[in-house]
């Protein structure tokens, strides 16, 4: 399990900016996905993935302490997509 922090020392190292920069655009991008997605607008990263919200259809649950039926209305929450080349590379090298 990777952290953010972890995440920017790395990229940080990789790429030979400073890690309060890598920070900064780090927090940048994930603040822009998340305002994308909550306006309900994909977010497509060629190789990546897509970002986006989904629609969850109202349906009936039951609460068990009362043994009552109740409905939960149609939602949406957010999703990501990966993309086929990203899948690919995980089931090829994972084993």
Do not use: C, D, W
């Not at 927090?27 to 993935?49: P, T, Y």
């Amino acid at each position: 399990k990777m952290t953010k922090a972890e995440v920017v020392s790395k990229i940080s190292e990789k790429t030979g900016v400073e890690k309060l920069i890598t920070l900064a655009i780090i927090e940048a991008l994930m603040i822009e996905v998340k305002e994308s997605v909550v306006n309900n607008e994909s977010v497509f990263l060629r190789g990546f993935g897509t970002f986006k919200p989904k629609k969850r259809a109202e349906k009936t649950g039951r609460n068990i302490s009362k043994n009552t039926a109740i409905i939960i209305p149609e939602h949406y929450i957010p999703a990501f997509k990966p993309s086929k080349v990203f899948i690919k590379q995980v089931k090829e090298n994972i084993k």
